[in-house]
């Protein structure tokens, strides 16, 4: 069990980082279909959840929220709409587009 584990980790650790690299796009909102995680072709699409893609996006952001990747449109749009409500703002900072959203949240510097 640990060996398939630890080779599942694998998979994890590339989820991670599209996630991650997801943060440098310049949307606010990116449906999960306009990454390397949508694609149907890739192992990569089997370790990813279809409800938990707005969560993952915050945890995931290092530092500052710049974008956050949508769930499927027709499937489980999980505990909140981030397009609407903000979650773990006590937490995070974010970019300062979304205080359109939720004007409470704190917002992050912009590099120069």
């Not at 489980?76 to 609407?84: E, T, V």
Request: include cysteine; charged fraction near 25%.
């Amino acid at each position: 069990m640990i060996a398939f584990n630890l080779y599942d980790l694998r998979y994890w650790v590339s989820v991670k980082a599209e996630f991650v690299k997801a943060q440098e796009v310049e949307k606010m909102f990116l449906p999960i279909g306009e990454t390397p995680l949508g694609d149907p072709n890739l192992d990569l699409r089997h370790h990813r959840w279809s409800w938990n893609n707005p969560l993952l996006s915050l945890v995931w952001s290092d530092k500052c929220v710049r974008t956050i990747i949508l769930n499927d449109e027709g499937g489980p749009q999980g505990p909140f709409d981030p397009q609407k409500n903000l979650v773990l703002k006590m937490y995070l900072k974010f970019d300062p587009r979304f205080k359109n959203i939720d004007p409470s949240v704190r917002v992050c510097s912009l590099p120069n």
